[in-house]
Structure formats: C-alpha cells, structure tokens
Nanobody
Framework: QVQLAESGGGLVQAGGSLRLSCAAS????????MGWFRQAPGNERELVAA????????HYTDDVKGRFTISRDDAKNTVYLQMNSLKPEDTAVYYC?????????????????????WGPGTQVTVSS
C-alpha cells in the first residue's frame, strides 16, 4: 500500500503561485495514474488534475485550465501541481491520490471513484 504526503500549501495573494508536491512511500508510483483533488468547506471533493501513468496524458477541470500544471517525476516518486494566477476561489484543501489500477494512460474520463490511497491534504488559501 502506498502512502502519500502532500506539501507546499500555504497562504498566497491572488495572482500568486504555489507548487504542491505529493511524495510517495511504500510503493513506486510509476505504473499508476495520479490525481490532484481539492475540497473547500461545504463542497464535495473535486478532481483538479490528473496525469497518466507514463505522463503522456493529462486532464484538468475547466476552472484551472491554463493556470495549473500537473507533472510527475517517477525517479523521485513524486507528483507536482504547479498553480499560477491563483484566485480566492482556489482556496481549499488539496489532496493527491493514486489510481486503483495500474497502466491507465488516458485520463480524460477518470473520476474520483477511480482513485485510492489518498494523502492527508495540504491547505491552500488565496487572499484577495
């Protein structure tokens, strides 16, 4: 079973940037698609970005397209989320998660239910 740990959250002004990291231990992430999610108070957890097992495919929710970039470094067993042009509505707890099944490369239709092995989350707060 893989253990995931998010880091890099914090308080930033609108228009600023943050880079979130998701470090894995206990198992290699290499064969698994990965996702970043967020949950704001009172809202359901939503998929923000996903990346296929070999990095060849990515998917973003419309709200973050052009602002967020998901990437992975399998040598470091780490997945990243670069967040630029942050808005107050991006404020949430951000989570990473690993796909339940290996070798999924096309992630455009991936859903929350396809993921398991969640990290504890990191808080991102964007002030106006």
């Amino acid at each position: 079973q893989v253990q995931l740990a998010e880091s890099g959250g914090g308080l930033v002004q609108a228009g600023g940037s943050l880079r979130l990291s998701c470090a894995a231990s206990g198992r290699t992430l290499r064969p698994y698609a990965m996702g970043w999610f967020r949950q704001a108070p009172g809202n359901e957890r939503e998929l923000v970005a996903a990346i296929g097992w070999n990095g060849g495919s990515t998917h973003y929710t419309d709200d973050v397209k052009g602002r967020f970039t998901i990437s992975r470094d399998d040598a470091k067993n780490t997945v990243y989320l670069q967040m630029n042009s942050l808005k107050p509505e991006d404020t949430a707890v951000y989570y990473c998660a690993a796909d339940r099944s290996p070798l999924r490369n096309i992630v455009v239709h991936i859903t929350t239910g396809d993921f398991a092995s969640w990290g504890p989350g990191t808080q991102v707060t964007v002030s106006s």
